[in-house]
């Protein structure tokens, strides 16, 4: 593939590695949208992409799959034409799904190489790390992006080892209840900053602010784990798989 000659560079015959696997993203958002841009790039041979949402107005300033010409489509359909526009080889499963526990027995979690979260509830997120657990796949997880503005703030950390992140915090309780010992999660040490404004999600939680550049980020460093550890590439960081 000779578009990929600037990545086999870097990784050699391990980007055979790379082609061969399969990944799912659940969450196709702000974080998400750019994990699932990066893997495309990366030569990842297969991608399942889960996502009920569909494209609003208000994704356009932080969600790479977001223009003028995707508003109102399922954000799953938008980011498949997206990757297949790069790559017209990969293998693309679509699923507009909101995952939840209710609904995770229709996936079967064994056929992946690699689980990211992308997603926004915390029942759900907990429900993941389980199932990869379950099914010996590694897992990957995004802590909160909203409300925060400076990028260089996020890191790569075991969930125990976190610090500042509330959703961590709620996070790490759910998960000694299940006997998770271990996650590895993308999380900023940043505080949230104070939204100028309050509105809420159908007068049922606060919407945080975002921005083009935090959600961004972090689907980046999401993605860089995922080819890294996918190609077993040695990194000078602690080992949480």
């Known amino acids: 593939m000779e578009w990929l000659e600037r990545t086999k560079l870097i990784y050699g015959d391990n980007i055979n590695k790379l082609s061969a ?16 841009e990066a893997l495309a790039r990366s030569g990842i041979g297969a991608l399942d992409l889960f996502d009920g949402d569909t494209v ?29 526009e ?8 679509a699923r507009a799904l909101f995952f939840l526990p209710e609904n995770s027995h229709e996936i079967d979690f064994a056929r992946f190489d690699y689980i990211v979260d992308a997603i926004d509830t915390v029942a759900g997120k907990i429900e993941l790390a389980v199932k990869a657990r379950e099914a010996g796949v590694p897992i990957i997880s995004a802590m909160a992006a909203g409300n925060k503005i400076n990028p260089a703030a996020l890191e790569v950390a075991d ?4 610090e500042v992140c509330p959703l961590a915090r709620v996070m790490r309780r759910g998960l000694r209840e299940c006997g998770i010992e271990k996650l590895k999660v993308v999380y900023s040490k940043e505080p949230a900053i104070t939204p100028h404004e309050i509105i809420s999600s159908g007068g049922r939680r606060q919407i945080p602010g975002s921005n083009a550049f935090v959600p961004a980020v972090s689907g980046l460093i999401i993605a860089g784990e995922v080819v890294n550890d996918l190609a077993r590439v040695k990194k000078f960081q602690k080992n949480l798989q």
């Not at 799953?76 to 997206?82: F, L, M, S, T």
């Not at 969930?159 to 976190?162: E, G, L, N, P, V």
């Open 21 to 36: 696997a399969r990944v799912a993203v659940f969450g196709i958002g702000g974080v998400g949208g750019y994990t699932v």
């Open 56 to 84: 609003a107005v208000s994704s356009l300033n932080r969600q790479i799959i977001a223009t003028v010409k995707t508003i109102g489509r399922n954000k799953v359909d938008a980011a498949k034409e997206r990757v297949l």
């Open 86 to 93: 790069i790559n017209p080889d990969a293998v693309i499963t």
């Open 159 to 162: 969930i125990y080892d976190t």
